[in-house]
């Protein structure tokens, strides 16, 4: 008898550790799923004019050339914008499911022309709780200072 209530405690204890990884596992697979979707309807970078950086210019200076529109200087030749949208879920709570676009557009300060754009979704938060990290998914990756990369280029490349 002793024997057969231990089996039963052992299977209730897998069923709660199964519902307890299993229902946040189903939820983040689906948004994930959705993130690959929209962005291959239309994430991805748009490429409007790049700019020809001279060799003098260091490598370094690409992906922060751009800085952001909040904290842009008047001698700053470039400037990015960053938009954020909820597509599901909330921006309350880091822990919460939620599904982001983000879109990126870098222009030139002198004339304000748009030089590329690029649109990224992301899926945050849906883990079980616990001491670990948070398995964010993204697409693209890296976004921002992917945008910067595909439109400054060097003179000799």
Not at 84 to 103: F, H, K, M, V, W
């Amino acid at each position: 008898m002793k024997l057969a209530r231990n089996r039963w405690t052992e299977v209730a204890a897998l069923a709660l550790l199964g519902l307890w990884w299993g229902v946040p596992a189903i939820r983040i697979w689906q948004a994930d799923r959705m993130v690959d979707e929209l962005c291959a309807k239309d994430g991805g970078f748009t490429i409007h004019e790049q700019v020809q950086l001279s060799d003098d210019e260091p490598e370094q200076a690409v992906p922060s050339a751009a800085l952001d529109a909040s904290v842009m200087q008047v001698t700053d030749k470039y400037y990015r914008t960053r938009k954020t949208r909820y597509i599901s879920g909330d921006s309350n709570s880091p822990e919460s499911l939620a599904i982001i676009q983000d879109r990126y557009r870098l222009y030139r300060s002198s004339d304000r022309k748009l030089l590329g754009e690029a649109i990224a979704y992301m899926r945050t938060g849906g883990d079980p709780v616990g001491p670990w990290r948070s398995s964010p998914h993204s697409c693209p990756q890296h976004a921002d200072q992917g945008l910067a990369k595909r439109i400054f280029r060097k003179s000799g490349a």
